[in-house]
């Protein structure tokens, strides 16, 4: 009764954008879950 | 060779033709969308596009949506069609087709669409989330779903879907209560540093279970104390460095959940770099200045935590369960 789905594992936006040479502004993880304040 | 990771799916279909994307699980967020045809920003092109005329199961609703992730954000409009997620269809599901998605920030992702998995009060445009569907239309045997993230190569990740993997955990299964039938969120009764209680969650301190975030995230108020006690220095774009040759006597991180001590040895919160021949060791811990909906200080417990704990989330009884992951 078990579905499993294999994930893989990639590198985060911000370590993708880093490696590209931008580098992201520290942004806030919890805007996220504030949408409407966003 | 960063343990800076995201964690994403094979694929989910979309009939009829089948049209196959690769979407990142969030347990942070409740909608489910993916690239379209109607966009053509550049990080839309950087991706597989749904075309709903190539599937005659689609039906547009017309409502439009905004999804801020922090890290990205995008504009859609939503519809319905049968979806496929690892072999489990689920029937007249809504679907977020992106329209228009700004910025760099989703260019270099290797993913085309986000499917959340939190509760349905926070689902933009009141939409129903695919585990909701799920359980009301009877497909899965538990309506519990489950991560197991690999500490080690890009493989080995699972996502369960109707029940856990005993070979995927050891040991005891530390059950708490979801505190906001929103998020997957939890109550964090203290905060250990090498076994000693801090005291900084005394009065009560709220953590976020999401999968969508890599860094473990700590309240701003206490982020100084914690790098103080782990003798990392503040570097540039707000990250924290520690020296490299300290990493063995760098402190254990405990934080008691319905009173469990739930340690994080260095090795899970030290990111370890290599660039020109140098070894750098960053901190996978950073602030957030945003409280939690109940004024409480507000963890975020991303994949550096979720790499240590085998998580569960069980919608049944509205609690999350945590085991050592093997």
């Given at each position: ?38 | ?249 760098l402190p254990t991180l405990s934080f008691v959940i319905s009173g469990v001590a739930l340690p994080l040895a260095p090795s ?56 050592s992951a093997a």
């Amino acid at each position: 009764g078990i579905v499993r789905i294999p994930l893989r594992k990639h590198k985060s936006m911000r370590e993708a954008l880093r490696e590209k040479g931008i580098e992201l502004p520290y942004q806030d993880p919890a805007l996220k879950y504030q949408p409407d304040e966003f | 060779s960063s343990s800076d990771y995201m964690y994403i799916n094979n694929y989910a279909d979309y009939w009829n033709t089948p049209q196959s994307f690769q979407v990142l699980f969030d347990t942070g967020s409740a909608n489910l969308w993916v690239d379209s045809i109607y966009c053509s920003t550049q990080a839309c092109n950087a991706h597989t596009k749904f075309n709903p005329q190539q599937s005659s199961t689609y039906s547009a609703n017309g409502h439009t949506f905004y999804l801020p992730y922090g890290a990205g954000s995008l504009y859609g409009t939503f519809g319905y069609d049968t979806v496929n997620v690892g072999s489990i269809v689920i029937n007249h599901q809504e679907i977020g087709l992106s329209t228009n998605e700004p910025g760099q920030n989703f260019v270099v992702a290797k993913f085309d669409g986000i499917l959340g998995l939190s509760y349905p009060s926070i689902s933009a445009g009141g939409e129903t989330p695919v585990m909701d569907n799920m359980i009301s239309q009877n497909l899965l045997s538990a309506n519990i779903f489950a991560f197991y993230l690999s500490r080690g190569g890009q493989q080995g990740s699972v996502l369960s879907f109707g029940g856990m993997d005993t070979n995927l955990y050891q040991g005891q299964i530390y059950w708490t209560p979801v505190t906001s039938e929103s998020y997957w969120q939890i109550g964090v009764h203290g905060f250990e540093i090498n076994g000693r209680e801090t005291g900084w969650c005394s009065q009560g301190c709220q953590s976020i279970v999401d999968t969508g975030t890599s860094a473990l995230t700590a309240p701003s108020q206490l982020i100084g104390h914690i790098m103080q006690a782990i003798g990392a220095q503040e570097s540039h774009y707000g990250m924290y460095m520690v020296d490299c040759s300290q990493l063995n006597n760098l402190p254990t991180l405990s934080f008691v959940i319905s009173g469990v001590a739930l340690p994080l040895a260095p090795s899970a919160y030290i990111n370890q770099h290599y660039q020109n021949g140098h070894q750098f060791c960053s901190v996978g811990i950073t602030p957030t200045y945003l409280p939690s909906r109940n004024g409480q200080p507000l963890w975020i417990f991303g994949d550096v935590f979720l790499r240590e704990y085998y998580s569960i989330y069980d919608r049944t009884n509205n609690r999350l369960g945590f085991a050592s992951a093997a």
